[in-house]
């Protein structure tokens, strides 16, 4: 007899795969509109909104028995506009009374942010339908993807606060594609082609899509409700992280004394510590996993503005600007 050994392909993270649904969910998907997945065998549209099954029901879990504290802070993007440096960012800010960034053993030093600000609807959620989290400290840092019109009731009712952070949908698109690709190599998978999902992605068939949706549902609460949504974009954080570290410290009521702005200092280290270069050298960001199995390291690309120009076609951007223009009109809005 003969042996062969076979090797196994890598699962996608939890939030991909399709099995271990619950009954209500199994129950929902049927009557749900349905499309071929970018990494899992589908999307399913809910509420407006495209998601994998097993993700879906993290989302409605989520909804369903997350309890917002009033001190709760949520970190909220689009897939891929920087939610993990966002991460790194209001962890080191509110967090700076706590541990000493000199310390060798800084939380930043030694966890993904994913970690260490972990998302609800694909994570917490996604691994347990009703998760006991009294232990995490005040204030809790959470995150997620949600729309703003399907996060959890409580999160509209508190006086919780949400920091929002998108980026231009055409770097996101890229970037969506490499990861995307990334695990799809994982997987044993062959890549999707730029032409094939720039398609989907411009009619709305990506995780949480459609991207313009989404950013114009935050876009529109940070006007009618600042002190509720604070509303950022990458390109900015680029340009001038000093002065949005310290909109986001004073929006989050973690305000720099004017002792720390005279030195100057703490500003400086909180955003040296987060910078691409620093999170994408350390360690733990080029050996390690997250819980969920992606590697740390796919989350640090290139982390440029304009990137997209290295790999969209003229058409691929006439294509995405009008529909930006179409999708935002008089909003006032620019990506
Ligand atoms: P997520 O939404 O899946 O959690 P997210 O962190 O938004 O992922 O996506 C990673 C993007 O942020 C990558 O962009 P790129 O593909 O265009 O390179 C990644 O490089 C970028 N990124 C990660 N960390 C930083 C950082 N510290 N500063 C700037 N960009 C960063």
Not at 133 to 149: V, Y
Not at 169 to 193: A, C, Y
Request: a negative charge.
């Amino acid at each position: 007899m003969s042996t062969h050994l076979e090797t196994s392909p890598t699962l996608p993270p939890k939030y991909l795969q399709d099995d271990k649904l619950t009954q209500e969910c199994e129950e929902l998907l049927p009557s749900l509109p349905k499309e071929k997945g970018w990494v899992s065998s589908h999307f399913y549209q809910y509420k407006g909104f495209w998601h994998p099954a097993r993700q879906l029901q993290g989302v409605i879990a989520c909804q369903k028995h997350f309890e917002a504290q009033n001190s709760d802070i949520l970190l909220v993007t689009t897939p891929k506009s920087g939610t993990t440096w966002l991460k790194a960012i209001v962890f080191a800010l509110v967090k700076r009374m706590h541990y000493h960034r000199g310390m060798e053993n800084y939380p930043l030093f030694m966890n993904n942010p994913h970690d260490l600000v972990p998302f609800l609807d694909l994570k917490i959620y996604v691994e347990n339908q009703t998760p006991d989290l009294s232990s995490f400290p005040c204030p809790r840092l959470f995150a997620t993807h949600l729309p703003f019109n399907s996060l959890p009731k409580s999160v509209h009712n508190a006086p919780c606060k949400i920091v929002y952070l998108c980026r231009n949908p055409k770097d996101t698109f890229v970037s969506l594609w490499h990861f995307t690709n990334k695990l799809r190599l994982i997987g044993n998978m062959e890549t999707n082609s730029l032409e094939d999902v720039l398609d989907r992605f411009c009619k709305g068939v990506s995780i949480y899509g459609p991207f313009w949706d989404h950013v114009l549902g935050y876009w529109k609460e940070s006007l009618e409700n600042p002190n509720k949504v604070l509303f950022l974009k990458y390109e900015d954080l680029k340009e001038n992280p000093t002065f949005y570290l310290k909109k986001i410290g004073e929006f989050l009521d973690f305000p720099f004394s004017s002792e720390e702005e005279k030195s100057g200092g703490i500003l400086e280290e909180i955003l040296t510590i987060c910078s691409f270069d620093n999170l994408k050298n350390l360690e733990v960001n080029k050996s390690g996993k997250l819980s969920s199995g992606e590697e740390n390291k796919a989350f640090f690309r290139r982390g440029e503005v304009g990137d997209w120009k290295n790999f969209l076609t003229a058409e691929m951007v006439d294509r995405i600007n009008s529909l930006t223009e179409e999708k935002f009109g008089a909003s006032g809005l620019e990506l």
